[in-house]
């Protein structure tokens, strides 16, 4: 293959050349020999105007284009210099698209050279990378890329980028790329000829071997690397406070934190008398080496790990990547710590070894998703699926490689002693401090503690999860694609990568195991059948019955079996009962089956037993639906709160269904505070009017649980403000289109003062869409960059980032917004709450707690929907700032909040802030005034 290289750029008039769109700038540089060796760049007439979106993203206006040259002038030039070249492009179909319908128009032939996408290339040889956009790639990798959207910048930018990727691709090991080629040749552009060029390169080049990584099983990955910890015994006297002087040392800009310190003490207390805690410490505490400090002395002296445990994974590696890094600086002796995830986070080594050869009927991202693991796994100590950014259909895939407790050969596996989770499990009983999740924790207590290493004393952080997250662990759920899945993978699915009854087949004739083909698949089609029958019911009575949606537009029906149609229910139960009976069935042959063959385990090599555990687990997991199912039709507990969620659109049999325990508190109280010595909970939420009766009722929690109240050291006072306009509707008096409208023009006059960087909090995604389409509606494309969770795809974090990145951006978000979300300096300038923050009163789990306190004689709304409201509108407040530094305020459009006797409650639950009241017109003049 030629080493020639020509990276073309276009800037365009539009999105596509089949609407008349056309080129107005072509950036172009020569790569040979890791080196840009040539440039070239013109602007092009297109010969028609320019659309004002173009020129405000690119630059270009009409005057810049109107003396260039036309594309015929150009022609020539550039295919002179693409000429025997390979023609690389970043989203090259864009690039090619137009240079051909360009080329055409001007007489010539279409490109039919060589071409390679800098997209794809990126996406395999970096797939841990968030975003694949030119401009995040040039800054993951510090490259030049000083005017995006100039062509002749971009070229630059994606030259630099494919030296950067040659090398990378260069750098890997032989018997990687020789694994890597059957894959690439089902890549979009001609990466299986680089790859191919480099195999030969290497075959007559003998390489040295890379001392970091091994050969094992036709894979290479990163060597194990074990680590001795030091026994040296610790200084008993040693206290935080020596550490936290220590800490004054190792960071130049440390400011000593009354508040953190504060929190040391109350932790190191709660720790040494084997107390429980309620710690609630303000934004800008430093809390998380509040409680860091203490808890490894503890840890350390003891000799008893601390657990600690977050609600979300940003918080999780914010403690290991800086926290513990830090730590390591500050203490005068050795310590381990480690995360430990849910056994489903990690590659199942003898699942992908199993699946790599597998290509015959892969679509393009199974074979992308196929070609990222094989590069990671030269660079992956974790093996953990956080740290990988697969295609959508590559996280279908992952489900059919992760690791599995039902499918696990252990200590039978070739590859036990390499595997990623329990090479996880090994490290968490080595270390002092042990990071998790709280759906860790409490699927480790549902079961039997077997999945952490035993701990007497545990942080929570973000602990006013710790509800949710439990009740969650203490219920039940099941939906018709759990079935549909089980059985696509047991023999239903007419997709060869996913049945898994044909490798299943064949291991059965390989040791004479005699079965009726024909009559099991038949079965099978069968019971697949009824249990679309079962969930296409379910789905039609709950539509009928009407029901308000939920704040991510569901449908929640409550499910009670004394309150259902008891003809329909009838004919529930026949239904249900043929579906049990065709599992029972089923699940008792086909382990005959495979009782069989096991029999002749001794015939069978460890990628044949490894079907026949796998196909066990199926089996195995289906039993277990089937069991979650029948408890939820058909049971009734007044204990317990069950529902179905569904929608309007999407397939005719998409239920889900759900259960809970109404009240945790006992289980808690007995099984989880009642177990251990010392549990510290913390959060910057866990007080109603400077209290913490709420969250210790509802933990389960002793009175005599130590509290503590830490403030947070901003200044509230000449920081942030909050600001309640008196002449918008109360919602209840409008339509919600009206509605929609009026504080759609509200939120864009706001947007001008403050040039957007607003973060706009929303309880109904109902009413976001229309507020985003109103909004829409005001403001021109060129005024604010609008983004809208749910509209524009992309995860809360992928959101906030790109927030972050635009200028003049507005932010819609819903219920995960409210919290977790970090956007502090200049970024984020103000926050508007469009309602307080209550659940619906008709969601199911609220309801059933509503019903038992009515029973108990209490308000349900003083007792519940209000305590959650000010803990969620007290997250929501937190969103603005961040540091000492932050300045910005809060916009309420809830008037409740001053009309109300309750409103008070959640403007005295905040730091002392200075509140105004007035018309929007004088609220925008005080916030102009605010904001200079």
Same mark, same amino acid.
């Given at each position: 293959?030629?080493n020639?290289?020509?990276?073309?750029?276009l800037?365009?008039?539009?999105?596509?050349?089949?609407?008349?769109?056309?080129i107005?700038?072509?950036?172009?540089v020569?790569?040979?020999?890791?080196?840009i060796?040539?440039?070239?760049?013109?602007?092009?007439?297109?010969?028609?105007?320019?659309?004002?979106?173009?020129?405000?993203?690119?630059?270009i206006?009409?005057?810049?284009?109107?003396?260039?040259p036309?594309?015929?002038?150009?022609a020539?030039?550039?295919?002179?210099?693409?000429?025997?070249a390979?023609?690389?492009?970043?989203?090259?179909?864009?690039?090619l698209?137009?240079?051909?319908?360009?080329?055409?128009k001007?007489?010539?032939?279409?490109?039919?050279?060589m071409?390679?996408?800098?997209?794809?290339l990126?996406?395999?040889?970096m797939p841990?990378?968030?975003?694949?956009?030119?401009t995040?790639?040039?800054?993951?990798?510090?490259?030049a890329?000083? #005017?995006?959207?100039?062509a002749?910048s971009?070229?630059?930018?994606?030259?630099?980028?494919?030296?950067?990727l040659?090398?990378?691709?260069?750098?890997?090991?032989?018997?990687?790329?020789?694994r890597?080629?059957?894959?690439?040749k089902?890549?979009?552009?001609?990466?299986?000829?680089?790859?191919?060029?480099?195999?030969?390169?290497?075959?007559?080049q003998?390489?040295?071997?890379?001392?970091?990584l091994?050969?094992?099983?036709?894979?290479?990955?990163?060597?194990?690397l074990e680590?001795?910890?030091?026994?040296?015994?610790?200084?008993?006297?040693?206290?935080?406070?020596?550490?936290e002087?220590?800490?004054?040392?190792t960071?130049?800009?440390?400011e000593?934190?009354?508040g953190?310190?504060?929190?040391m003490d109350?932790?190191?207390?709660s720790?040494?008398?084997?107390q429980?805690?309620?710690?609630?410490?303000?934004?800008?505490?430093?809390?998380s080496?509040?409680?860091?400090i203490?808890?490894?002395?503890?840890?350390?002296?003891t000799?008893?790990?601390?657990?600690?445990?977050?609600?979300?994974?940003? =918080?999780?590696?914010?403690l290991?990547?800086?926290d513990i890094?830090l730590?390591?600086?500050?203490?005068?002796?050795?310590f381990?710590?480690?995360?430990?995830?849910g056994?489903?986070h990690? =590659?199942?080594?003898?699942?992908?070894?199993?699946?790599?050869?597998?290509?015959y009927?892969?679509?393009?991202?199974?074979?992308?998703?196929?070609?990222?693991l094989?590069?990671?796994?030269?660079?992956?100590?974790?093996?953990?699926i956080?740290?990988l950014?697969?295609p959508?259909?590559?996280?279908?895939?992952?489900?059919?490689?992760k690791?599995?407790?039902?499918?696990c050969l252990?200590?039978?596996?070739?590859?036990?002693?390499?595997?990623?989770?329990?090479?996880?499990k090994?490290?968490?009983?080595?270390?002092?401090?042990?990071?998790?999740?709280?759906a860790l924790?409490?699927?480790?207590l549902v #079961?039997?503690?077997?999945l952490?290493?035993?701990?007497q004393?545990?942080?929570?952080d973000?602990?006013?999860?710790?509800?949710?997250?439990?009740?969650?662990?203490f219920?039940?759920?099941?939906d018709?694609?759990?079935?549909?899945?089980?059985?696509?993978?047991?023999?239903?699915?007419?997709?060869?990568t996913?049945?898994?009854w044909l490798k299943?087949?064949?291991v059965?004739k390989?040791?004479?195991?005699?079965?009726?083909k024909?009559?099991?698949?038949?079965?099978?089609?069968?019971?697949?059948?009824?249990?679309?029958?079962?969930?296409?019911?379910?789905?039609?009575?709950?539509?009928?019955k009407?029901?308000?949606?939920?704040?991510i537009g569901?449908?929640?029906?409550?499910?009670?079996i004394d309150?259902?149609?008891?003809?329909?229910?009838?004919?529930?139960?026949e239904?249900f009962a043929?579906?049990?009976?065709?599992?029972?069935?089923?699940i008792?042959?086909?382990?005959d089956?495979?009782k069989?063959?096991?029999?002749?385990?001794?015939?069978? #090599?460890?990628?044949?037993?490894?079907?026949?555990?796998?196909?066990?687990?199926?089996?195995?997991?289906?039993?277990?639906?089937?069991?979650?199912?029948?408890?939820?039709?058909?049971?009734?507990?007044e204990?317990?709160?069950?529902?179905?969620?569904t929608?309007?659109g999407?397939?005719?049999n998409?239920?889900?269904i759900?259960?809970?325990?109404?009240?945790?508190?006992?289980?808690?109280s007995?099984?989880?505070?009642?177990?251990?010595?010392?549990v510290?909970?913390?959060?910057?939420?866990?007080?109603?009017?400077n209290?913490?009766?709420?969250?210790?009722?509802?933990?389960?929690?002793?009175?005599?649980?130590?509290?503590?109240?830490?403030?947070?050291?901003?200044d509230?006072?000449n920081?942030?403000?909050?600001?309640?306009?008196?002449?918008?509707?109360?919602?209840?008096?409008?339509s919600?289109?009206?509605y929609?409208?009026?504080?759609?023009?509200?939120i864009?006059r706001?947007?001008?003062?403050?040039?957007g960087?607003?973060?706009?909090l929303?309880t109904?995604?109902?009413?976001l869409?229309k507020?985003?389409?109103?909004?829409k509606?005001?403001?021109?494309?060129?005024?604010?960059?609008?983004?809208?969770?749910?509209?524009?795809?992309?995860s809360?974090?992928?959101?906030?980032?790109?927030?972050k990145?635009?200028n003049r951006?507005?932010?819609?978000?819903?219920?995960?917004?409210?919290?977790?979300?970090?956007?502090?300096?200049?970024d984020?300038?103000?926050?508007?709450?469009?309602?307080?923050p209550?659940?619906p009163?008709?969601?199911?789990?609220?309801?059933?707690r509503s019903?038992r306190l009515?029973?108990?004689?209490?308000?349900p709304?003083?007792?519940?929907?209000?305590?959650?409201?000010?803990?969620?509108?007290?997250?929501g407040?937190?969103?603005?700032?961040?540091?000492?530094?932050?300045?910005?305020?809060?916009?309420v459009?809830?008037?409740r909040i001053?009309?109300?006797?309750?409103?008070?409650?959640?403007?005295?639950?905040?730091?002392a802030?200075?509140?105004?009241q007035?018309t929007?017109?004088?609220?925008?003049d005080?916030?102009?005034?605010?904001?200079?």
């Open positions: 293959m030629n020639r290289y020509v990276v073309l750029d800037e365009t008039t539009g999105h596509s050349p089949k609407n008349k769109d056309r107005i700038q072509i950036g172009l020569v790569v040979e020999k890791d080196t060796v040539e440039r070239f760049s013109t602007y092009v007439n297109p010969a028609m105007a320019i659309p004002t979106f173009i020129t405000s993203l690119t630059g206006d009409q005057a810049m284009v109107e003396d260039a036309m594309f015929e002038d150009v020539p030039r550039l295919l002179q210099l693409l000429d025997g390979c023609l690389v492009a970043h989203n090259i179909k864009f690039d698209g137009f240079l051909n319908a360009e080329l055409e001007a007489g010539y032939f279409e490109w039919r050279g071409i390679l996408d800098t997209v794809e990126s996406r395999i040889m841990n990378l968030d975003s694949y956009k030119l995040q790639l040039s800054e993951a990798l510090s490259l890329h000083e #005017n995006p959207h100039q002749d971009d070229a630059e930018a994606t030259g630099f980028l494919l030296i950067e040659l090398k990378r691709l260069s750098g890997l090991p032989l018997l990687t790329m020789q890597l080629l059957p894959l690439v089902g890549m979009h552009s001609d990466i299986a000829d680089l790859v191919q060029a480099e195999i030969d390169r290497k075959m007559i003998l390489e040295e071997e890379e001392p970091a091994e050969t094992y099983r036709q894979l290479v990955l990163r060597k194990l680590t001795e910890q030091d026994e040296d015994p610790i200084d008993e006297n040693l206290t935080h406070q020596q550490i002087e220590q800490l004054e040392k960071l130049p800009n440390y000593k934190r009354t953190q310190v504060e929190m109350v932790v190191e207390q720790l040494t008398n084997g429980h805690a309620l710690i609630e410490a303000g934004t800008g505490i430093g809390k080496l509040g409680y860091l203490p808890g490894l002395l503890n840890a350390k002296k000799g008893r790990p601390l657990v600690v445990s977050t609600h979300t994974i940003q =918080l999780q590696e914010q290991l990547d800086r890094p730590l390591q600086k500050m203490v005068p002796f050795d381990k710590a480690t995360v430990l995830k056994r489903n990690y =590659l199942c080594l003898r699942k992908f070894e199993q699946q790599l050869d597998q290509i009927d892969n679509n393009y991202d199974v074979l992308l998703a196929k070609a990222q094989l590069v990671w796994l030269t660079t992956t100590d974790e093996g953990d956080e740290e950014n697969l959508s259909g590559g996280q279908l895939f992952w489900h059919q490689v690791s599995d407790a039902n499918s252990n200590h039978k596996c070739p590859w036990f002693s390499r595997c990623f989770y329990h090479r996880s090994r490290e968490a009983y080595d270390a002092d401090i042990i990071i998790t999740n709280h924790l409490f699927t480790d #079961n039997d503690h077997s952490i290493p035993a701990y004393e545990a942080v929570i973000e602990a006013h999860h710790l509800d949710d997250v439990a009740s969650d662990h219920g039940l759920q099941t018709y694609f759990a079935f549909h899945r089980l059985l696509d993978r047991i023999g239903t699915s007419e997709d060869l996913v049945n898994l299943l087949e064949d059965l390989s040791v004479d195991v005699d079965f009726e024909s009559d099991l698949l038949s079965r099978m089609r069968d019971l697949k059948f009824e249990i679309d029958q079962l969930f296409s019911m379910i789905k039609t009575y709950v539509l009928s009407g029901q308000r949606k939920s704040e569901k449908i929640n029906f409550r499910f009670s309150q259902v149609d008891p003809t329909w229910y009838a004919e529930l139960k239904i043929r579906c049990q009976l065709q599992i029972n069935d089923l008792r042959d086909l382990r089956l495979l069989k063959a096991q029999k002749q385990e001794d015939h069978l #090599n460890v990628a044949q037993k490894g079907i026949l555990v796998d196909y066990t687990g199926l089996l195995n997991r289906l039993d277990e639906e089937r069991n979650t199912l029948a408890h939820m039709l058909l049971s009734s507990n204990e317990e709160v069950c529902w179905i969620e929608d309007y999407g397939a005719k998409a239920v889900s759900f259960n809970q325990p109404i009240d945790i508190s006992d289980r808690l007995e099984d989880f505070f009642g177990k251990k010595r010392s510290v909970l913390t959060s910057a939420t866990l007080t109603i009017r209290r913490f009766t709420f969250v210790r009722k509802r933990l389960g929690m002793e009175e005599d649980t130590l509290t503590v109240q830490l403030q947070s050291p901003f509230y006072q920081q942030s403000k909050i600001m309640i306009p008196t002449d918008l509707p109360m919602i209840k008096d409008v919600t289109d009206d929609a409208s009026t504080i759609a023009a509200s864009y706001i947007a001008h003062v403050t040039d960087r607003m973060l706009v929303f109904s995604y109902d009413m869409k507020t985003y389409h109103a909004f509606e005001y403001a021109e494309p060129e005024d604010f960059s609008l983004i809208g969770q749910g509209i524009d795809s992309g809360r974090a992928r959101l906030t980032k790109n927030f990145q635009l951006a507005v932010l819609f978000g819903t219920s995960s917004f409210w919290e977790g979300v970090d956007i502090p300096g200049n984020l300038s103000c926050l508007i709450i469009v309602r307080l209550f659940n009163p008709d969601n199911p789990v609220m309801e059933a019903e009515k029973k108990q004689g209490k308000s709304f003083m007792e519940l929907s209000l305590p959650q409201a000010i803990i969620r509108f007290k997250q407040f937190g969103r603005l700032v961040r540091s000492s530094s932050d300045h910005g305020a809060v916009f459009f809830d008037r001053v009309t109300t006797k309750y409103g008070n409650l959640f403007i005295n639950s905040l730091p802030v200075p509140v105004r007035g929007m017109d004088q609220l925008l005080d916030l102009n005034d605010f904001l200079d």
